[in-house]
């Protein structure tokens, strides 16, 4: 790939900053928001269809898989606390080249994840309200976009209100179903096989995506080098002990192939102990937490472009910040228009398989570069992860398995997103170079 080159008529912007304003509770709220809604309320359905009660262990696979990428990623963010996460590291190390395809690979995981998210959240406002699903996914970018070109204070401040209401009520459906788990809904344990538990593990891997949202967002996170390793690891604490209550309650009490047959599984597994008010009240619930995450996705996707512009990698228009509130509004506009698109398309599975296989393939290049960094030496940074010989080469591992494990709609999808993004590098370069003189 060409680092020297720019695409044709991009300048490159000023080298415009965002603001500091979000401290390590914003930034854990950040985090844990950008995870919890989506893979709790939408996924845990498809990974008990796939794997059976075995879905419980697939979640704990996915968050080995989650730390041991997790670790790497902590020090990276430590070392480059700057907006665009991942495609920054890459940028810095590898260079402009490596750095456009890992953003749009970046990107491009998460445009395809928001699908899911915006339509579960769509799914459930109709089950509370009866407000087309379509119609609730769509408006809800649109609110997303409003808070956030407002500013990332006060997007950080609702992610803190909603992540509380979502721990609160998902801690209070597991404690309230706990008495009622029958042991007998979990046999057969593995009913699809080895297969089947790989396969709802990428799923509940898409489930854990969040701990790279706050790295996205460094350059905005106060005292990085303390805050963003602590925001990081405490995001996967905090969701793996959540993710375990509630998935053990949801498959003790409904079952899983009820669970995985159902648009909104925790709804109707909170009927099945609390009645219909209760699962009115987790559809409540679900409605904001899929909420918080879709806002969390749209952070990330405006931060990740925004970066490119400003690095002139995509139109400089996208690295224009509001004066007022330091919001990268452009980016955000941008962003949510692509974003009400993916949901418009509403396919579950398309957004799934694709999502995961993008959202696997952008942790690769990363882990590149920490084994580079490395092999330099040079400062340490103030949080390094522990047995890199042991972890790194287990979390290259792990992430080839999950590739693998996406499917044939994963596989040519992701391939065919990559391909495209590297066709338009490679035109950019041409242009930019110009006609050869005869």
Not at 154 to 159: E, F
Not at 321 to 331: D, R, Y
Request: hydrophobic share 60%; with cysteine.
């Amino acid at each position: 790939m060409s680092q020297g080159h720019m695409q044709p008529g991009l300048a490159a912007a000023p080298r415009a900053r965002l603001r500091r304003t979000l401290g390590l509770r914003s930034a854990v709220a950040l985090g844990v928001g950008g995870t919890i809604g989506g893979g709790i309320f939408v996924l845990v359905g498809h990974t008990a269809a796939v794997a059976g009660p075995a879905a419980l262990l697939a979640f704990a696979l996915a968050f080995v898989a989650g730390l041991l990428i997790a670790l790497p990623y902590a020090e990276l963010a430590c070392r480059y606390p700057e907006a665009g996460g991942g495609y920054a590291f890459v940028r810095a190390v590898l260079g402009r080249g490596w750095g456009f395809m890992m953003g749009w690979v970046f990107w491009g995981a998460y445009l395809f994840v928001s699908g899911y998210v915006t339509l579960g959240f769509g799914g459930y406002l109709q089950a509370l309200t009866g407000i087309p699903a379509l119609w609730g996914a769509v408006g809800l970018v649109i609110a997303c976009a409003l808070v956030n070109v407002a500013g990332v204070r006060l997007s950080g401040q609702v992610q803190v209100a909603v992540m509380l209401l979502a721990l609160a009520g998902l801690l209070g459906f597991a404690l309230a179903g706990l008495p009622s788990v029958d042991p007998a809904r979990f046999e057969p344990w593995l009913p699809n096989g080895p297969g089947g538990l790989l396969a709802a593990a990428l799923t509940a891997f898409l489930a854990f995506g969040g701990f790279d949202m706050v790295a996205a967002a460094g350059e905005e996170v106060e005292q990085p080098e303390r805050n963003l390793p602590r925001a990081i690891l405490a995001t996967l604490a905090l969701v793996l002990f959540v993710y375990l209550l509630v998935v053990l309650v949801a498959l003790g009490t409904l079952g899983w192939r009820e669970l995985g047959a159902s648009a909104a599984p925790l709804s109707a597994a909170a009927t099945q102990f609390l009645g219909p008010a209760g699962g009115k009240l987790i559809a409540a619930v679900a409605v904001c937490t899929t909420a918080a995450t879709a806002n969390a996705v749209l952070v990330v996707t405006s931060r990740i472009s925004f970066a490119m512009a400003r690095d002139g990698l995509l139109p400089a228009a996208l690295a224009r910040v509001s004066p007022a509130t330091g919001a990268p509004w452009a980016a955000v506009l941008v962003c949510a228009a692509i974003l009400a698109l993916v949901a418009a398309l509403g396919s579950l599975r398309l957004a799934t398989a694709v999502g995961g296989f993008l959202y696997v393939a952008h942790f690769l290049p990363p882990l590149l570069v920490l084994l580079k960094l490395r092999q330099r030496g040079g400062p340490p940074p103030a949080f390094r992860m522990p047995c890199p010989a042991l972890l790194l080469p287990l979390a290259f591992a792990m992430s080839l398995v999950m590739l693998v494990s996406s499917g044939w709609i994963g596989l040519l999808g992701g391939l065919a997103w990559i391909a495209l993004g590297g066709v338009l590098q490679h035109l950019g370069s041409m242009g930019r170079a110009g006609p050869k003189p005869l």
